[in-house]
């Protein structure tokens, strides 16, 4: 667990209460209202070949919510506290019992790979879409999907949401990208 500290003038440290933090309202409403964006343009897109497909889509988008707040919330060190940039560590204790937060590391890497499709089943879809039956509307969807998807919400992660994240040493997601720098550099 990582717990902030700060050392006082006459030399000793002092340990900050783990998670006192308070997430602000906009941080949570900054961290949500793309993904809901992104989930719309994606039913969006796959409506434009199917409209059972774009319902099922739907579905999934919600089953990926929920399996989140089911399988990683109740192993991370911000389950039941109001120190998630998403706001998810304050909804999941009200359904999941809480977890051994020793197994986080495992338990993420095992199943981040559920939110995957959100992103990909879009894009690929708006790619057969483009290359067989281009429509400037398409296009657009896709401009739009791909925009939010792949810029605006890893930078609200990289730059807002899991930048001042406590427990970010912990997390597999950070510590992929910071292994990465570490490598270049
Ligand atoms: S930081 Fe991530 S894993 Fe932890 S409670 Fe929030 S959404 Fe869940």
Redesign the pocket.
Known sequence: MHIPNSQQPNGNYLIAPCHSKKIPLWLVLLDNIPTLLLFILGFLIINQLSTIGAIIYGFYTLFSVLW??AK??P?????D?HA??????AI?PKLFKKQDTKS?KKV?SRNLLIVFPNWFVPLGIATYLLVKFYTNGILILTLFFSIIGFIIIPLISKLVGCKN?E?KED?PWMTIKMTKKNKVA
């Open positions: 989140f707040w990683i919330c192993y991370c060190h911000h389950y506290t998630c940039p998403c706001g998810y560590g999941s986080f993420f994240c427990i997390c």
